[in-house]
T-cell receptor, first 109, second 114 residues
């Protein structure tokens, strides 16, 4: 028979390159956004957050950009490493935290 | 200590069994959460406790029964589950439910219902 699977969007990058993971959010009233990293068999791990009164926030090797006009969030990872391979979820808070569908990042050595 | 712990790590149960999932945090957080996550999907919120009181129930079937015995502990009691309830069950905590506070997640309990 035929099987139908649902696949996560996948981003494949070379080790050392920069990665950009994008996320569209739904509610213009959302006031807080978080990026999580989830490795296989583990719970989501907090990476970086940003409040709606900011456009950009930087952490160690990561930058989050927020464009409220088009309701778009991005996560930039500099000098991507094999250990960055995981599923990345954005989450917006409109009262409760709502997760996006996720992007699977695969880093080629 | 920024750790949320969950036990057991794996659980296999029959549809007539009764079991409980446990979650613990010692960060002084007053908000605790249960999420359900299916493979290749984002976590879905089930319950929110704020100051040990249930504040959100996302229309979860009554075969899932949460309990918050104190500010550090959160349980999820399971009874008469269905095979489609098989999933990763994640616990999380945050300082408060309001305000810009990140949620810290535990490693999850992988539940299989046979």
């Amino acid at each position: 028979g035929e099987s139908v699977g649902l696949h996560l969007p996948t981003l494949s990058v070379q080790e050392g390159d920069n990665s950009i993971i994008n996320c569209a959010y739904s509610n213009s009233a959302s006031d807080y956004f978080i990026w999580y990293k989830q490795e296989s068999g583990k719970g989501p791990q907090f990476i970086i957050d940003i409040r709606s009164n900011m456009d950009k926030r930087q952490g160690q090797r990561v930058t989050v950009l927020l464009n409220k006009t088009v309701k778009h969030l991005s996560l930039q990872i500099a000098a991507t490493q094999p250990g960055d391979s995981a599923v990345y979820f954005c989450a917006e808070r409109e009262g409760k935290l709502i997760f996006g569908q996720g992007t699977e990042l695969s880093v080629k050595p | 200590d920024t750790e949320v712990t969950q036990t057991p790590k794996h659980l296999v149960m029959g549809m007539t069994n009764k079991k409980s999932l446990k979650c613990e945090q010692h960060m002084g957080h007053r908000a605790m959460y249960w999420y359900k996550q299916k493979a290749k999907k984002p976590p879905e919120l089930m319950f929110v406790y704020s100051y040990e009181k249930l504040s959100i129930n996302e229309s979860v079937p009554s075969r899932f029964s949460p309990e918050c015995p104190n500010s550090s502990l959160l349980n999820l009691h399971l009874h008469a589950l269905q095979p489609e309830d098989s999933a990763l069950y994640l616990c999380a905590s945050s300082r408060e439910t309001s305000g810009s506070y990140e949620q810290y997640f535990g490693p999850g309990t992988r539940l299989t219902v046979t």
